[in-house]
């Protein structure tokens, strides 16, 4: 009869060693445990009084972010799920120690946003909160060469489903394959850099503004977390490209599928009055740098150029086609 | 051994050098803040940080002298 040790080697039920914690990944998840926030103990009393005294596009600004926000965290916090089954089935324990908190904090960030609709612009319902959705079909290349599509509501989806069918295909090399691309759409380009400029937007807006310090500490929080996220992707492909240098043009297709959307400031970064949009565009390429230096990979010339060219831009509120 | 770090803002190309990682990320945001009205995360700059090469010791500067 086989005994429980014959199938499962004692010493093979011990994934933690000392190799793994002195790792950059390990020390991520260390640093998570510690940087632990609770978007209930957060006072939201000043903001719904600066609320009140703001003007309605003021509102309009901040509102078309902070609902893509909440939006945006509640889907990425569902589809996290093929990350964590990959980081298993690639034997990679210290990558599922700090994926159980990346999913932790993308729910905390949710339930912030939640909480701070509702208890400062008093945004209950998917209904009222929609009406401060602007559709990405209103954002325009008016010379018709890029166009801007949705990563994180129809990409994110659709590589997850490649990376849950390549966790259940067992073959190592099509998952790390489904890995790479669904780290860098999500933690690279998403998070890492088409994102960047709505922390910054916020952040500045309400400190010229003098109002709404709880939703800037929250923007805050959550960038700490963000930076930790980005780098888990970036160190992960990293890996992965190190090990194969054929990864590196997947990570570039992902990159260039949603091109379109770093060539300009979409629809809900470019509602809050005042602000320098070529600021925003700017600091784009140095994210993009930042994450290609991250990764080990040669930058897109051609595309650092497009995000620089004040020629090309979107234009809002236009109905395509 | 000190720490360092390259600024890859568009046109700028700094190199910030410090003593530990603290500092550097201390030192980053400085720059940041005050050449490009920023910020970088502190895991973006230790991921990207690295090493400052040994400085030359005595002997090795005579043999270049040669």
């Known amino acids: 009869m086989t005994t429980f040790s014959e199938l499962r080697p004692v010493e093979s039920r011990f994934r933690l060693d000392p190799e793994i914690m002195a790792g950059a990944i390990y020390r991520k998840y260390e640093k998570a445990t510690r940087k632990i926030w609770n978007a209930k103990l957060l006072d939201y009393e000043q903001d719904a009084a600066d609320w009140a005294r703001l003007t309605e596009p003021q509102r309009m600004g901040i509102a078309t972010i902070t609902v893509r926000f909440e939006a945006g965290e509640q889907e990425v916090t569902n589809e996290l799920g093929p990350m964590l089954a990959a980081a298993h089935a690639l034997g990679r324990f210290d990558w599922v120690m700090f994926i159980s908190t990346f999913m932790l904090e993308e729910a905390r960030h949710s339930e912030f946003f939640t909480l701070w609709h509702a208890r400062v612009p008093q945004l209950l319902t998917p209904a009222e909160k929609a009406g401060y959705w602007p559709a990405r079909e209103h954002t325009v290349d008016p010379l018709g060469r890029f166009a801007a599509g949705e990563p994180v509501y129809e990409g994110l989806p659709r590589y997850g489903r490649q990376l849950s069918a390549a966790v259940e295909s067992g073959d190592e090399t099509v998952i790390e394959r489904a890995f790479v691309q669904f780290a860098t759409l999500y933690c690279v380009w998403v998070e890492g850099v088409l994102t960047m400029p709505s922390y910054e937007i916020v952040i500045d807006t309400t400190e010229l503004w003098d109002a709404l310090p709880t939703l800037r500490q929250g923007f805050r929080n959550i960038l700490g977390d963000e930076g930790r996220h980005i780098t888990f992707g970036t160190e992960a492909c990293r890996i992965l490209i190190a090990k194969n240098p054929e990864y590196e043009a997947l990570a570039h297709g992902v990159i260039d599928e949603y091109r379109g959307n770093a060539i300009g400031m979409l629809e809900y970064q470019r509602n809050v009055p005042g602000l320098d949009l070529q600021k925003y565009q700017r600091q784009k390429v140095r994210h993009y740098l930042n994450r290609c230096r991250e990764m080990g990979v040669t930058a897109d010339q051609s595309l650092v150029e497009q995000i620089l060219d004040p020629e090309l831009d979107f234009v809002v509120g236009v109905e395509a086609g | ?66």
């Open chain 2, 1 to 66: 051994m000190g720490r360092r770090w390259q600024c890859l803002e568009f046109g700028c190309g700094v190199t910030i050098s410090a003593a530990s990682d603290e500092e550097l990320v201390a030192a980053v945001n400085e720059h940041v803040r005050e050449a490009h009205s920023s910020y970088e995360l502190e895991e973006v700059v230790l991921a990207n940080a690295e090493d400052e090469p040994d400085p030359p010791q005595p002997r090795d500067a005579m043999m270049g002298d040669r």
